[in-house]
């Protein structure tokens, strides 16, 4: 499964960005999918997820009522919002995705390569 996240830029603080992650060939309905972060010098985050069931839900501290992690209806792609953008934000952003329904931040067997989202002050 090959991955691609998609949806990065350049904005302001307080802007918002809608991030996709697409799977080439392939849905992600079966897929729990997580999102990841990191800028440099630092280590990666895990800033949400969503289980393949779409009974589970996981937000970092840091991002909880700033992004919304959802599925489209058709299950083929998964998507972060990001509102209320701050400039400890900027990072570049991956999706990832594992066949277990256990969300957490290890494990997953598939990444795409990472979006750039940087967020001015």
């Known amino acids: 499964v090959q991955l691609q996240a998609s949806g990065g830029g350049v904005v302001q603080a307080g802007g918002s960005l809608r991030l996709s992650c697409a799977a080439s060939g392939r849905t992600l309905r079966f897929f729990t999918v997580g999102w990841f972060r990191q800028s440099p010098g630092k280590e990666q985050d895990f800033v949400a997820g969503i289980n393949w069931r779409n009974d589970d839900i996981y937000y970092a501290d840091s991002v909880k009522g700033r992004f919304t992690v959802s599925r489209d209806n058709a299950k083929i792609m998964v998507y972060l919002a990001m509102n209320s953008l701050e400039p400890e934000d900027t990072a570049v952003y991956y999706c990832?995705?594992?066949?277990?329904?256990?969300?957490?931040?290890?494990?997953?067997?598939?990444w795409g390569q990472g979006t750039q989202v940087t967020v001015s002050s």
């Open positions: 990832a995705a594992k066949s277990s329904a256990a969300l957490t931040a290890n494990y997953y067997d598939y």
